[in-house]
T-cell receptor, first 114, second 106 residues
Framework: GAGVSQSPSNKVTEKGKDVELRCDPI?????LYWYRQSLGQGLEFLIY????????KSGLPSDRFSAERTGGSVSTLTIQRTQQEDSAVYLC????????????FGPGTRLTVT | KNEVEQSPQNLTAQEGEFITINCSYS?????LHWLQQHPGGGIVSLFM???GKKKHGRLIATINIQEKHSSLHITASHPRDSAVYIC????????FGAGTRLTVKP
């Protein structure tokens, strides 16, 4: 069975450009999470979606970050006007629902802003 | 003070040793996760606990809700257990510990 997939696996972009990162969750999982892991740092929660409810955006570090989830499945994380401090591995996870359900992680997208 | 504290930060063990990694948290939670991150970066969920104890192979996880504390134990450790182990708590969103880097030497 397919796990969580993310694309691209690596992205190098110039400072100031916009980037889009994609996450395909496990089929049937209604909850989808985005996390960030900066080099040598711990994991940081960014945003989660549960079904058709409004997403919890409380972890987004600035208004340059936004995320969508179309049709309750695929999600896109967009970073506008990228900065060097945005360089990190962006991880997506999905679970059956939010709360007390195991999360399954994708392989991540390594973003480098030059 | 971080909401999720792990100890130790780094741990080196000889193959076969019994390993314990601790996690303390300061917020009310509905679940606690133990994650394993391999050197290549991939993350695997090992356990999700809301009470008691769970066992999977050589791995055991316990949680004490009253004391806001969880432990991850590895019995008969092996070099392939070398990874970063991350404690995460779910309280409306996920909060993560800084991780424990485990190295098991043959």
């Amino acid at each position: 069975g397919a796990g969580v997939s993310q694309s691209p696996s690596n992205k190098v972009t110039e400072k100031g450009k916009d980037v889009e990162l994609r996450c395909d969750p496990i089929s049937g999982h209604t909850a989808l999470y985005w996390y960030r892991q900066s080099l040598g740092q711990g994991l940081e929660f960014l945003i989660y979606f549960q079904g058709n409810s409004a997403p919890d955006k409380s972890g987004l570090p600035s208004d340059r970050f936004s995320a969508e989830r179309t049709g309750g499945s695929v999600s896109t994380l967009t970073i506008q006007r990228t900065q060097q401090e945005d360089s990190a591995v962006y991880l997506c996870a999905s679970s059956f629902r939010t709360g007390t359900y195991e999360q399954y992680f994708g392989p991540g997208t390594r973003l480098t802003v030059t | 003070k971080n909401e999720v504290e792990q100890s130790p930060q780094n741990l080196t063990a000889q193959e076969g040793e019994f390993i314990t990694i601790n996690c303390s948290y300061s917020v009310g939670i509905s679940a606690l996760h133990w994650l394993q991150q391999h050197p290549g970066g991939g993350i695997v969920s090992l356990f999700m606990l809301s009470s008691g104890k769970k066992k999977h192979g050589r791995l055991i996880a316990t949680i004490n809700i009253q004391e806001k504390h969880s432990s991850l134990h590895i019995t008969a450790s092996h070099p392939r257990d070398s990874a970063v182990y991350i404690c995460a708590v779910y309280a409306n969103d996920m909060r993560f510990g800084a991780g424990t880097r485990l190295t098991v030497k043959p």
